[in-house]
């Protein structure tokens, strides 16, 4: 019954914006697109290329963006020197992908549940706490990073695996986003489900949650990125190695500034690394960006 | 399932409404009407207060101190404001000005920029969509290193750089100019940069908005005679994705003043050449970690904070709903 109620809020996505197929007045979008697109492209032909580079082609002067004779030494060096290594990389990896997969899903989990008291619940302090969320957002961050620190040495998280998790959790854009979706969720939605006895767990799981699905996509991809290319606890808190992340470990292949100093292996290795650790970003931006928009296509077919 | 939580609900509904002026009644009154909205808050709130309003309340007290990193900091009252309001001379002329300049350049531009592309990308089957979306949000997803690498090759300062190779290879320039040092051309650079990587989260949330509204709004209004895209877009898709055009305009005020490494990068140095690509960010990474008066860094970062404030409320009059 509330799911017939749903559809008729859900349903009805379809048609004129996000066409089904191409059509010759989008001809002038992919006109402007195209060459914008090709700019912003540099980044990721320039990583991908770069992996590919030999020695003399990395330090060509002057520089190219494409390589001209592609090898996979970069890869082999890197190997060889993970190998090498004290501590089995499967570590460093089973360290981060652990890490990734629990920051993104509890942080959803987390920041949702809060976003939907904070949009659809009524208590006194609602308006207040979302200003105070809002203001933490706007302080910039590079000015709590001692603070923070004593904080988390307070609660004995050096050295732990929870530090990696636990500081990163409750992320303030995340809530923001989130709630500004659940503001365009109508309040007879819920209120239909109320009156047919739905649990305040129920609304939020199957009727808040599923109806938001582009917006957790959306902090899905941020939480991922940021979890997955976090080097900067396992610089701050974490003095053993084996509970450190595959992103830190890359950086310590190389030297601390890439970019300036001249050695040779190691910017190979560094490009090569920076094309390993980005491809899953890629990746994971195409299944989720994928869910954003297959919400919308499917539920119009109903 | 269902019975039983309605009868849950019944059994819960035919418990007496705790009335008693005690305490305990006070507070099981208190559990009935906002209990739950609080269960739900309560995993994020504990969170955020630990890793979030205890360190940013410090270090809002922080400014109130002379703060070295090695002694304990000593209560000074107002004396960083004031001194940063009277006595640096370089905030007052090179990073204030610069951070207004840039954030007025590239908030709103960066803004039009991300809701008009999210716009058109909307127009777009979604394969396409996919693939555009991708490549516009990609400059985010880069690291900086990778980003600054590119536009360094591009604006190299010798004649080798893509830039000045191809201005002389026209006829208009006679010798290479050093795009990233000269006080002159690195603002508007930095200016450039910030733009081209301004399709960040909140181009994706305004994506997924403009992607949400029902299109029975469109259909409604042609009946009503509306006939061009650009009423479309000011009288039904601004109205209809306020929430999360109004995340968008605070993402990119945000993001705008809190931007500060781009300079650096660019330039290859902290302060930038004779303090051109100077902003607040950079004067506050400057005091506090080079030369390790948190304080006062601390002092100047509050005075950011009242800034992005500021021009959050004026995207909240203009976007806040109704209700």
């Given at each position: 019954m509330i799911n017939k109620r749903l559809s008729r809020y859900t349903g009805i996505r379809n048609a004129g914006i996000n066409p089904k197929g191409f059509h010759v007045s989008q001809i002038k979008f992919y006109v402007i697109l195209t060459p914008l697109s090709a700019l912003m492209l540099l980044p990721i032909i320039y990583i991908f290329s770069s992996a590919f580079k030999p020695p003399d082609e990395l330090f060509a002067?002057?520089?190219?963006?494409?390589?001209?004779?592609?090898?996979?030494q970069n890869f082999t060096d890197l190997f060889s020197k993970l190998s090498t290594s004290g501590i089995p990389i499967s570590r460093y990896l089973f360290n981060s992908i652990l890490i990734t997969v629990i920051t993104v899903a509890a942080s959803i989990m987390v920041s949702s549940a809060a976003a939907y008291s904070l949009s659809k619940k009524r208590f006194k302090l609602k308006k207040m706490l979302f200003a105070i969320n809002n203001v933490a957002l706007m302080f910039v961050p590079i000015a709590v990073t001692i603070p923070r620190f004593l904080v988390i040495v307070e609660l004995n998280l050096?050295?732990?695996?929870w530090v990696h998790i636990l500081p990163v959790l409750a992320m303030p854009v995340g809530l923001f986003l989130l709630k500004q979706f659940i503001d365009g969720i109508p309040d007879e939605v819920i209120e239909a489900a109320q009156i047919d006895g739905a649990s305040d767990w129920w609304i939020y799981w199957r009727i808040i949650l599923p109806m938001i699905r582009p917006a957790l996509a959306t902090i899905a991809i941020l939480t991922f990125q940021s979890a997955w290319s976090n080097a900067e606890i396992s610089t701050l808190?974490?003095?053993?190695?084996?509970?450190?992340t595959l992103a830190f470990y890359l950086t310590t292949l190389t030297p601390a500034n890439a970019t300036a100093v001249n050695t040779v292996a190691g910017q190979g290795i560094a490009a090569a690394a920076a094309l390993i650790m980005f491809l899953p970003n890629l990746i994971m931006f195409i299944i989720l960006q994928g869910q954003v928009m297959s919400t919308m296509s499917h539920s119009g077919l109903k | 399932m269902q019975t039983k939580q309605t009868l849950a609900r019944e059994e819960a509904i035919k418990q007496p409404y705790p009335t008693e002026r005690t305490l305990a009644g006070f507070f099981q009154r208190w559990l009935i009407k906002e209990g739950s909205a609080y269960a739900f808050l309560s995993p994020y709130g504990l969170l955020f207060i630990i890793f979030i309003v205890v360190p940013v309340l410090s270090a809002f007290l922080l400014s109130f101190t002379f703060f070295d990193t090695i002694q304990p900091p000593h209560f000074i009252g107002l004396n960083n404001y004031i001194s940063l309001l009277t006595q640096d001379d370089t905030f007052m002329k090179y990073v204030l000005p610069n951070t207004i300049q840039f954030a007025v350049i590239v908030g709103p531009g960066g803004y039009a920029l991300a809701f008009m592309l999210a716009w058109m990308l909307a127009q777009l089957p979604r394969l396409p969509r996919t693939i555009f979306a991708l490549i516009l949000y990609s400059p985010s997803m880069t690291a900086s290193v990778a980003m600054a690498v590119v536009w360094k090759t591009l604006f190299s300062g010798d004649q080798t750089g893509y830039l000045n190779s191809f201005l002389m290879g026209m006829g208009l320039l006679r010798e290479p100019i050093q795009w990233l040092q000269s006080p002159q051309y690195l603002m508007p650079i930095m200016i450039v940069v910030t733009l081209w990587s301004s399709m960040g989260i909140g181009f994706l949330a305004m994506l997924a908005g403009i992607l949400e509204i029902s299109p029975e709004l469109y259909e409604a209004a042609t009946i009503d005679g509306m006939s061009s895209r650009w009423q479309e877009i000011f009288y039904i898709t601004i109205p209809s994705m306020r929430p999360q055009m109004l995340f968008g305009a605070v993402m990119s005020i945000v993001g705008t003043f809190q931007a500060g490494a781009i300079g650096v990068t660019l330039s290859?140095?902290?302060?930038t050449p004779q303090y051109a690509g100077q902003l607040i960010v950079n004067h506050v990474e400057d005091y506090?970690?080079?030369?390790?008066e948190m304080g006062y860094a601390a002092a100047v970062s509050v005075v950011l904070l009242l800034m992005v404030l500021f021009f959050t409320r004026v995207a909240n009059r203009l976007f806040a709903s109704d209700t």
């Open positions: 002067f002057p520089p190219r963006f494409f390589v001209v004779n592609p090898t996979t050096l050295n732990t695996f808190y974490i003095n053993e190695e084996s509970l450190r | 290859g140095s902290n302060p506090g970690f080079l030369r390790y």
